[in-house]
């Protein structure tokens, strides 16, 4: 087990700054009067998603000073380099309703790829963390210290377990086939239904629509879990597929061959 001395000093980084988040977004999550807004895709934002992208882009500037920035509530736009990616908080529509499925994502990038990934849910007790050749780790409620996790080793779509958020954007025929196709269908959504496919909980996640803040700090955990993620554009818009290795290509498949727009 990599013991917090052993950690990367990259990822020891995103974890303190994923505590420092944890407690800015329980605290904001408790008031009553929690100022919320739309932006212009017509999603919410709240004072809690600037409050926390805020304080993680201080902390990456104190730490990295020459690293840059991109989140999803103040932007950048670096395209090479060491960047970090930043989604403060990832299921806002769940947060500002007081349900729990929401996460702090945090990831760097280089020019090799995403180095360093942490999801940290902390209303759901739980967060996930990896970084290149370290392994995919969580910790939770009923396993406090670090816990190395796994993709599932089903290949069979036919006994598999598909999760993903809604069905808007989605190629119906797409959806319902993966639906047809596996034995159970949930709708964990968000972060935690690509979360869940790394330990091996779900066999398949796709969703449709997500930014790069929103996929880049699961990417890591998910491939150093033995999982396989794979994001591709359709009409409407990329979807983002997160399997365990056996069933990729047949899931990949079904929604290459039937995504269109709706």
């Given at each position: 087990?990599?013991t ?9 980084l ?158 119906r ?15 964990f ?34 491939e ?37 727009t709706?």
């Amino acid at each position: 087990m990599t013991t917090p001395a052993e950690l990367p000093p990259d990822l020891a980084l995103a974890l303190q700054l994923a505590d420092e988040a944890d407690g800015i977004t329980l605290a904001h999550a408790r008031r009553t009067d929690l100022r919320v807004e739309t932006k212009a895709d017509m999603s919410p934002v709240s004072e809690a998603d600037q409050a926390t992208e805020l304080a993680l882009r201080a902390g990456i500037q104190a730490a990295r000073a020459d690293d840059a920035i991109v989140g999803e509530e103040y932007g950048g736009d670096a395209a090479t380099g060491r960047r970090w990616i930043l989604d403060p908080i990832d299921g806002t529509k769940n947060y500002v309703r007081r349900v729990p499925v929401w996460a702090t994502l945090i990831a760097l990038a280089d020019d090799e790829g995403i180095q360093v990934g942490v999801v940290s849910a902390p209303a759901l007790g739980r967060r996930w963390w990896a970084a290149r050749g370290h392994g995919a780790w969580t910790t939770g409620p009923e396993f406090p210290n670090p816990r190395r996790i796994q993709a599932s080793a089903v290949s069979a779509l036919a006994d598999a377990t598909f999760s993903f958020s809604d069905p808007d954007n989605w190629d119906r025929r797409a959806l319902e086939e993966l639906m047809g196709s596996t034995l159970r269908t949930r709708a964990f959504g968000d972060f935690w239904s690509h979360m869940l496919v790394a330990e091996g909980a779900v066999d398949v996640a796709a969703e449709v629509g997500l930014g790069l803040w929103d996929v880049a700090a699961l990417i890591p955990i998910i491939e150093e879990a033995g999982g396989r993620f794979t994001t591709f554009e359709r009409p409407s818009g990329p979807v983002s597929l997160t399997t365990n290795a056996p069933l990729h290509a047949a899931a990949l498949a079904i929604i290459e061959g039937r995504a269109t727009t709706t």
